[in-house]
Each structure stands twice: as structure tokens, then as C-alpha cells.
Nanobody
Framework: QLVESGGGLVQAGGSLRLTCAVS????????MGWFRQAPEKEREFVAA????????FYADSVMGRFTISRDNAKSTTYLEMNSLKPEDTAVYSC??????????????????WGQGTQVTVSS
């Protein structure tokens, strides 16, 4: 099970921190990723992190503004979002890949998904 929290409404230039708590059998996963989907748009990769060594991956659109991190003891990942823009508005979902892979940008590689949390950035 994956449970996201931390979404909400924020003004442009503001910050939010999303949390994804992992439990159950999917705890022993390889990669945790964040994706987002805006209305009438395709699902978009945001960021990912390897549980084992903490390697991080980012979409160009969020590089330098968003930071993904993990707390292995709490089986939790975080997505710190700064300098938010109206175009960041979307439903953000976390997901896990169980097997070892570097193909972290492709949502079809992910085995389990959270329910999503809405992030709205006003101009």
C-alpha cells in the first residue's frame, strides 16, 4: 500500500512537501517514483529515487526546484517542491518498481501506485 499526503493549494513561488508512505509487501521495492497528471494531459514523470543507494532522477521541468528524498527507517519518500508554478498543478502520485531497473521514467514499469494527491498552484 502507498499513501500520499501533503497536497494542497499554494500560490506561485510557494512550496509544498509531499509524502509517500509505503507498507506491506511492496516495502522491498527497488525504486520509488513520483508522477503527475494534469487534466486532459498524459501522466508525466517527475522524480524517482533508488531505495538502496539514494540515486535520484528528475524531469527537466522540475530540475533544481524539486527534491526527492527517502527515509528507509520509515519506509517513506518525500517530494519537496519549491518555486512552484501554475503549470505544476496536477494530481501527484507515488509508485514503486520492485525489480532492479534504470528505466524509471516510464510509468508502465511501476508495479504499485498510490491514490494521488492534488496540488494546485495559483497565479
Amino acid at each position: 500500500q502507498l499513501v500520499e499526503s501533503g497536497g494542497g493549494l499554494v500560490q506561485a513561488g510557494g512550496s509544498l512537501r509531499l509524502t509517500c508512505a509505503v507498507s506491506g509487501l511492496i516495502f522491498n521495492s527497488n525504486t520509488m517514483g513520483w508522477f503527475r497528471q494534469a487534466p486532459e494531459k498524459e501522466r508525466e514523470f517527475v522524480a524517482a529515487i533508488k531505495w538502496s543507494d539514494g540515486r535520484t532522477f528528475y524531469a527537466d521541468s522540475v530540475m533544481g526546484r524539486f527534491t526527492i528524498s527517502r527515509d528507509n527507517a520509515k519506509s517513506t519518500t518525500y517530494l519537496e517542491m519549491n518555486s512552484l508554478k501554475p503549470e505544476d498543478t496536477a494530481v501527484y502520485s507515488c509508485a514503486v518498481i520492485q525489480r532492479s531497473t534504470l528505466v524509471v521514467h516510464d510509468w508502465t514499469m511501476y508495479n504499485y501506485w498510490g491514490q494521488g494527491t492534488q496540488v494546485t498552484v495559483s497565479s
